[in-house]
């Protein structure tokens, strides 16, 4: 019943920005881990960005002072602002929620993530 809809992705030129939402609804804790992974064509999944509940983060070190995540957790809601983009950053993000607190090793364990969105396209054009 949890459901998690990512939206924002497009087509960009590098070096330009874009900013990701992913409106969760359909569970009842507004504490736990979420985070933003993305997929490119041939390549493993991989984390983005992580956020806990107080606003803590982690970020893949590609992605380092050109993204920032937040969450408002009265509205259920998460964000990802990309900045100064490349052609790397292309690839289908995809918003998650864990089902538990812990947050700390979120990052690199995609694959212990409870719920996924559908993803949204980001393309980033040299």
């Known amino acids: 019943q949890v459901q998690l809809v990512e939206s924002g992705g497009g087509s960009v030129q590098a070096g330009g920005s874009l900013r990701l939402s992913c409106v969760a609804s359909?569970?009842?804790?507004?504490?736990?881990?979420m985070g933003w992974f993305r997929q490119a064509p041939g390549k493993e999944r991989e984390g983005v960005a992580t956020?806990?509940?107080?606003?803590?983060?982690k970020y893949t070190e590609s992605v380092k002072g050109r993204f920032t995540v937040s969450r408002d957790n009265a509205k259920n809601t998460l964000y990802l602002h990309m900045n100064s983009l490349k052609p790397e950053d292309s690839a289908i993000y995809y918003c998650?929620?864990?089902?538990?607190?812990?947050?700390?090793?979120?990052?690199?364990?995609?694959?212990?993530?409870?719920?996924w969105g559908k993803g949204t396209l980001v393309t980033i054009s040299s």
């Open positions: 998650a929620l864990r089902s538990y607190y812990w947050c700390d090793d979120a990052l690199t364990n995609y694959l212990r993530m409870g719920y």
């Open positions: 359909g569970y009842t804790s507004v504490t736990n881990c």
């Open positions: 956020i806990n509940s107080s606003g803590g983060t």
